[in-house]
């Protein structure tokens, strides 16, 4: 083991959607990140050690356990299709924290997809604290049956849980793509703090389309 790696013990692993599955793993000896962040975890078995992707922490930091929450890409030959195939009992090698997304003050949090995990943290932690009123998020994904965790962002976030389906059109979700009007429609003003996180295409449309509207580039948090 390498200064920086921590072996830990897959504790549980729990189906949150069709390709996403939560994983509750031990959490080593003074161990400790910030809501927002990520590590860069690996699968102890000696022939991927050194295969290695990141993932946020979608637990609180008080938590006893670590918990992560990860998308599986099955029909392409990928870190996840291996992760797919482990149980509780086995091992991941996992690293120190790191990453750019971290709450800086109320804001409008945009998510793709996957891209809501480091939010999670951030959310989970504020409503401890009772600070989450007056944060918006934007969850855009392709349907229905994509969304996490959509009962506790809700329950968390009230009216300020908007989701925004590109593949579904159904009753009580927007339809559609992230647009300017929509943007401005959640925002308020251009004082406001945006952070981002999801596939590069759509985070670069959102950052043309906040450039455009004359958002500084110092009030934008962004992870892809």
């Not at 506790?152 to 300020?160: I, Q, R, S, V």
């Amino acid at each position: 083991m390498e200064e920086g790696e921590y072996f830990v013990r897959i504790l549980e692993i729990e189906s949150l959607t069709h390709d996403v599955y939560r994983f509750h793993v031990e959490k080593p000896g003074g161990y400790s990140f910030i809501p927002g962040q990520a590590t860069d975890v690996s699968i102890n078995k000696a022939e991927l050690r050194k295969l290695t992707r990141p993932f946020s922490f979608t637990s609180l930091n008080s938590d006893p356990f670590l918990e992560f929450s990860i998308k599986f890409y099955l029909y392409r030959k990928r870190f996840t299709n291996e992760l797919s195939k482990l149980n509780p009992g086995d091992e991941l090698i996992i690293r120190d924290p790191f990453g750019a997304i971290k709450y800086n003050g109320k804001g409008v949090f945009i998510a793709g997809g996957a891209g809501i995990t480091p939010f999670i943290s951030i959310f989970r932690d504020l409503t401890t604290r009772n600070e989450i009123e007056g944060n918006v998020l934007l969850f855009a994904n392709k349907t229905k049956t994509d969304i996490i965790l959509e009962k506790e962002l809700k329950t968390m976030l009230g009216n300020n849980f908007i989701n925004i389906l590109s593949e579904e059109n159904t009753e009580g979700y927007l339809y559609g793509f992230i647009t300017e009007d929509l943007l401005k429609s959640v925002s308020g003003d251009l004082n406001t703090k945006f952070y981002l996180c999801g596939p590069p295409p759509m985070m670069q449309s959102v950052l043309k389309i906040l450039a455009g509207m004359g958002v500084l580039k110092e009030t934008i948090t962004i992870e892809m």
